[in-house]
């Protein structure tokens, strides 16, 4: 309930204070200032049990005098190394929403603000957490037009929306840590639910993450890492974390600014600790940034058939050489499965969501395809997924499940979900049912008549590594057989209604004193 309540209280301040504004804008600064009185918080409950030994409040403290300035170095210098970043008292969230609202009244508070959200940053500087932190709240521009056409309409959008927040008690003490962070992962899921083709760049269904989350983590307790080459909103790298006890380092990697940015938040947002999480901002493909590391778990939402390079330069890249082929220019699906084969630990699991066409494409792809499968035997499963569970295409999607530690006589595994799900009002929806047999179908895979099939290599052979569903589970309904009798009662029917038809227009036609027409002819 507290949960519930939670999301709700957020969410209806970010549709009752965004006024004309779009969700995709106003997303940057509701996230961004509830992430700001997240790191406030942190920073007071810190501060004040560093300081308790000397039974002094942190709020308390005199920032002007020579005792205050000592007090504040020494619990700068525990809070960079624990919590990676400092605040003042006068920069707490509380204390400039006060200020802002002083006795009811809007005061200027933007320049202030700004100040605050930049200090922040700079408090970072030369320590372990400055990547982290190397501008978090740049989408968060307080002199753009999108928040009013004045300073002082600007100013009171803002200062509207610290005083709501600031009535939020997150109860961070009190409260299980991922409390807050769910509910900040609510809000990005409602924000992509609004923000049609532009969602699918930051957040995946949490349905989908579920199951690749599940996929990843099948037969262990505990992952050493968990890497998304496509991170978006990092919900899927932190969705593999609730199926495991723990994961000692999260891994990522984000082209999109805004969306590196809201990665860094929610990875914080929800208690990861700032040494624990590496994610990069740079494009995956064409600049790799952990190309030393393997690991255990790898789980991806690629853009769909996106554009890249495809230079001929990458035929000396690791990641692609074997293949002796490159992803197609225009569809690079194959090349962040080939990017993601490379990361894979040989111990490791990674599923991957991407179009059906990957399943059947020729050229290039078909190349990539089998020697995928009849060189390395890394294909583990193959599971097909309803048409128009994500956020901006209707496309039916597929996940391909890899493994590195798979044996020779390893059969592959094909599910048929594609019927299971709820039809909502935009977009179709798995359940938990859906999920739930996905995931034990996976796990023990039995073969189900018109669900699932395990194929041995010989057989996906056979069909020239074509890997479209249908060849290898049977979903064909016969239809009822109708008899003979049926149908000339049938068609007995409808010439009784004819004739009776052909009467009631005769009948018309004579009231009205027309010629009626001649029925039963050959025209």
């Known amino acids: 309930m507290a949960q ?49 030994p000397n039974r002094i409040i942190y709020r308390d403290i005199n920032e002007t005098t020579v005792e205050g300035k000592q007090f504040l170095a020494a619990v700068k210098a525990e809070a960079l190394d624990t919590l990676g970043y400092f605040l003042k008292p006068s920069e707490l969230f509380d204390e400039m929403a006060r200020r802002g609202n002083s006795n009811g009244t809007n005061k200027f508070i933007l320049d202030d603000l700004a100040k605050v959200l930049n200090n922040i940053q700079l408090s970072t500087m030369g320590t372990a957490s400055e990547e982290d932190f190397d501008h978090l709240f740049e989408d968060l521009d307080l002199t753009s037009s999108k928040l009013g056409k004045t300073e002082s309409a600007k100013n009171e959008i803002i200062v509207k929306v610290l005083t709501h927040l600031n009535e939020i008690d997150f109860e961070l003490e009190n409260s299980e840590s991922d409390v807050l962070g769910d509910a900040y992962e609510y809000l990005i899921g409602q924000f992509a639910s609004g923000a049609g083709k532009k969602a699918g760049e930051f ?147 990674m599923a991957i969501v991407l179009p059906h066409g990957v399943l059947f494409r020729g050229a290039a792809e078909g190349v990539i395809r089998k020697y995928l499968i009849e060189e390395n035997n890394y294909l583990d499963a193959v599971i097909g997924l309803p048409a128009n569970i994500f956020y901006g295409t209707s496309i039916p999607t597929v996940i391909l499940v890899f493994k590195k530690s798979r044996k020779p006589d390893d059969k592959v595994l094909f599910i048929d979900s594609s019927n299971d799900f709820e039809k909502a009002k935009n977009q179709n929806i798995l359940r938990d049912s859906d999920v739930d047999k996905i995931i034990q179908t996976y796990r023990e895979r039995p073969s189900i008549p018109k669900y699932s099939h395990l194929a041995a290599l010989q057989e996906i052979k056979d069909n020239d590594y074509n890997l479209n569903i249908p060849r290898y589970v049977d979903t064909f309904e016969e239809e009822e057989s109708i008899s003979l ?39």
Request: glycine fraction near 6%.
């Open 485 to 523: 009798s049926h149908v000339v009662s049938e068609l007995k029917k409808i010439e009784d209604q004819i004739k009776e038809t052909d009467k009631s227009i005769i009948r018309q036609c004579t009231e009205l004193g027309i010629e009626p027409p001649v029925f039963g002819g050959k025209e």
């Open 4 to 52: 519930q309540q939670l999301e709700q209280q957020l969410w209806n301040i970010a549709n009752t204070l965004r006024g004309k504004m779009g969700a995709d804008d106003f997303r940057d600064y509701i996230l961004g200032f509830i992430f700001y009185k997240y790191l406030s918080e942190k920073m007071h409950t810190y501060a004040d049990m560093v300081l308790e």
């Open 203 to 349: 957040y995946t269904p949490q349905q989908v993450s579920k199951i690749l989350a599940k996929i990843v983590s099948t037969g262990k307790e505990r992952l050493k890492s968990v890497y998304d080459p496509t991170c978006g909103s990092g919900s899927l790298l932190l969705r593999v974390s609730k199926e495991v006890k723990e994961v000692s380092g999260f891994y990522g990697q984000e082209s999109n600014p805004t969306t590196y940015n809201l990665c860094r938040m929610n990875m914080i947002m929800h208690a990861v600790h700032y040494r624990k999480f590496d994610i990069k901002n740079e494009d995956t493909l064409e600049r790799p940034q952990h190309l030393d590391k393997r690991f255990e778990a790898i789980v991806a939402n690629p853009p769909f058939s996106a554009d890249w390079s495809a230079s001929p330069l990458f035929m000396t890249d690791d990641r692609f050489s074997p293949y002796g082929k490159l992803a197609p220019k225009t569809k690079a699906d194959f090349a962040f499965v080939q990017h993601m084969i490379y990361q894979l630990a040989d111990n490791g699991t």
